[in-house]
């Protein structure tokens, strides 16, 4: 069974910036690296979204760390995986926790 993937407008722009973060201070192996291990999670989610742990702060959402810069957030609701955020573990976590509206 394949699950839909759903990229939320905050996915998206934080896709982006994390991309510019590595542009800034990382190689470009870094910023390949990041997307294709992005799509290999987002490959396993399709399949098994089930895999990843459960965010300790709320337990409908799942959290799996792309890079050890980058975390990604995600719920499964039916047939769908909504992506929320891509965040850079670098930053304020109280931040995170307002943006995925805890």
């Known amino acids: 069974m394949a699950y839909k993937i759903i990229h939320s407008p905050?996915?998206?722009?934080?896709f982006q910036q994390n991309i510019i973060y590595l542009e800034?201070?990382?190689?470009?192996?870094?910023?390949k690296n990041f997307i294709n291990k992005t799509q290999?999670?987002?490959?396993?989610?399709?399949?098994?979204?089930?895999v990843f742990?459960?965010?300790?702060?709320?337990?409908?959402i799942r959290k799996i760390v792309i890079l050890k810069q980058i975390?990604?957030?995600y719920e499964i609701e039916r047939k769908n995986i909504f992506i929320h955020l891509f965040w850079n573990n670098y930053q304020d976590p109280n931040?995170?926790?307002r943006l995925l509206k805890m």
């Open 71 to 73: 975390t990604m957030f």
């Open 40 to 50: 290999d999670v987002i490959d396993i989610l399709k399949v098994d979204p089930f």
């Open 53 to 60: 742990s459960l965010w300790e702060f709320n337990n409908k």
């Open 10 to 14: 905050l996915a998206e722009l934080t």
């Open 95 to 97: 931040k995170m926790k």
């Open 24 to 31: 800034k201070e990382w190689s470009l192996k870094e910023i």
